[in-house]
């Protein structure tokens, strides 16, 4: 089976490039040089995947990833942007995305994760979990919906935000280990993977901070622990 890529990037070169190499990898690309072609393309056709740039006209990556979660929560999403900010890249996962690569990149590091996304959700309409729903404290987590009710607050979560959270109750007060986190849900251990994942747990952290019976512990050069 040949897999369907939507491809939205309005530089031509680039284009280009990374379309020649999915196509000799065996890839169906669909390219799009804007957001509004790029979801029309998306509504039109059974995709497998999407590869989207950030700064494009008429609508934006950021945009694009809310109106395509929107049709398809499960579709894997990967940015691919000039913008490096920390907050550029939380943002991306906050709008939906499963991976941000950062230009210049590697057309080896872009299939290899363009792989591992499609093996693990490809063809899905949902992230694969043991559990749909959680009750922690007085707590819970929607996997399927990505939602995570406190006792004070309401919060839409990123994929990564809920597949993290979700790895730690399967783990519940026992150490989950920083690699298999890693590898489950980012694809590999990197160091640029280690950091993104840093963030994601400051923000569980930030979401749970009035949550006393609730803690995520840190646990040096292992993993973390969530306490419940």
Same mark, same amino acid.
């Given at each position: ?96 995305? /499963?991976?941000? &690569? +950062? ?6 590091? !872009?299939?290899?994760?363009?792989? $591992? #996304? %499609? @093996? ?24 399927? /919906?990505?939602? &995570? +009710? ?6 839409? !979560?990123?994929?990564?935000?809920? $597949? #993290? %959270? @979700? ?36 923000? !569980? ?24």
């Amino acid at each position: 089976m040949s897999y369907k890529i939507l491809y939205a990037e309005d530089e031509p070169f680039l284009a280009q490039i990374v379309c020649d190499n999915l196509k000799g990898k065996g890839y169906e690309v669909f390219l799009a040089t804007d957001g509004e072609q790029a979801i029309n393309l998306f509504q039109q056709i059974k995709l497998d995947l999407c590869l989207l740039d950030i700064m494009m006209p008429l609508k934006d990556g950021y945009m694009l990833a809310e109106d395509i979660r929107k049709l398809d929560k499960g579709i894997p999403i990967i940015f691919l942007s000039a913008k490096s900010l920390d907050e550029d890249v939380v943002k991306g996962f906050k709008t939906g995305g /499963n991976d941000y &690569l +950062k230009k210049p990149f590697s057309i080896v590091e !872009l299939l290899v994760r363009i792989e $591992a #996304l %499609l @093996s693990r959700y490809g063809n899905t309409q949902q992230p694969a979990g043991p559990q749909k729903q959680y009750e922690f404290g007085h707590c819970s987590l929607d996997t399927v /919906n990505q939602q &995570l +009710k406190t006792s004070t607050a309401t919060y839409d !979560l990123s994929y990564k935000e809920a $597949a #993290l %959270l @979700s790895l730690l109750l399967q783990y519940k007060n026992a150490v989950l280990e920083r690699q298999e986190a890693l590898i489950k849900i980012w694809g590999d251990d990197s160091i640029y993977n280690t950091n993104s994942m840093n963030v994601f747990i400051n923000h !569980l952290r930030k979401m749970l901070k009035d949550e006393p019976d609730i803690q995520i512990m840190s646990i040096r050069s292992i993993g973390y622990k969530l306490l419940c």
